[in-house]
């Protein structure tokens, strides 16, 4: 069993930068791999950015790539999204998820770990 909790939206104007964290806590943290989804109104989750457990390998969604990174830092069982040059497109709640295993994980249905979410939204 794994809890994660998402920290660090909020509201900013285009152009704003926002680094969201995810605490996460339980039997254990290793080798756990972490992703960042976000989900609008009306919209389906969708896939942000995912790392492995020893962050040498990260994937980020095409919509984001260059604004939006992903790092972790494992003694503090922590997750990051870095997000510069927001924009309002990027208005959602963002959740982290986890889950164990050794591949990058890009699906919904591939995390069984999520947590409760954090809004951000950006304004024009």
């Known amino acids: 069993q794994v809890q994660l909790v998402e920290s660090g939206g909020g509201l900013v104007q285009a152009g704003a930068s926002l680094r969201l964290s995810c605490a996460a806590s339980?039997?254990?943290?290793?080798?756990?791999?972490m992703g960042w989804f976000r989900q609008a109104p009306g919209k389906e989750r969708e896939f942000v950015a995912a790392?492995?457990?020893?962050?040498?390998?990260?994937r980020i969604t095409d919509s984001v790539k260059g604004r939006f990174t992903i790092s972790r830092d494992n003694a503090k069982n922590t997750v990051y999204l870095q997000m510069n040059n927001l924009k309002p497109e990027d208005t959602a709640v963002y959740y982290c998820?986890?889950?164990?295993?050794?591949?990058?994980?890009?699906?919904?249905?591939?995390?069984?770990?999520w947590g409760q979410g954090t809004q951000v939204t950006v304004s024009s």
């Open positions: 998820a986890a889950d164990y295993g050794s591949s990058l994980y890009v699906s919904v249905a591939e995390y069984r770990y």
């Open positions: 339980g039997r254990t943290f290793r080798n756990y791999a």
């Open positions: 790392i492995t457990w020893s962050g040498g390998i990260t």
